[in-house]
């Protein structure tokens, strides 16, 4: 694990020392991973709505077809055999 310095004004820092005492972290690092992860979690939620809205936004839906499942069913396969070094 590598260390990341922070510079912050005395009053974020009270207020982190703060959250850390409060919320039950270990330590001042400890907080700033869960704000890490929080923000890593926020933005893959904002991800999958844009991504959803574009789905929704991109035209009238079409029924699948068996052809339709196949391809998909057939390019699962191709990246599962070429994960796995067999393609």
């Given at each position: 694990?590598?260390s990341?310095?922070?510079?912050?004004?005395?009053?974020?820092?009270?207020?982190?020392?703060?959250?850390?005492?409060?919320?039950?972290?270990?330590?001042?690092?400890?907080?700033?991973?869960?704000?890490?992860?929080?923000?890593?979690?926020?933005?893959?939620?904002?991800?999958?709505?844009?991504?959803?809205?574009?789905?929704?936004?991109?035209?009238?839906?079409?029924?699948?077809t068996?052809?339709?499942?196949?391809?998909?069913?057939?390019?699962?396969?191709?990246?599962?055999?070429?994960?796995?070094?067999?393609?």
């Amino acid at each position: 694990m590598t260390s990341i310095n922070i510079s912050l004004p005395d009053t974020m820092r009270a207020y982190v020392e703060e959250q850390v005492a409060q919320g039950g972290y270990s330590s001042v690092s400890e907080y700033f991973r869960e704000l890490v992860r929080q923000d890593q979690k926020q933005r893959a939620k904002e991800r999958l709505e844009t991504m959803l809205l574009e789905g929704l936004n991109s035209g009238d839906a079409t029924e699948m077809t068996t052809q339709d499942w196949e391809d998909i069913r057939q390019a699962v396969r191709e990246r599962i055999s070429k994960r796995q070094g067999t393609v």
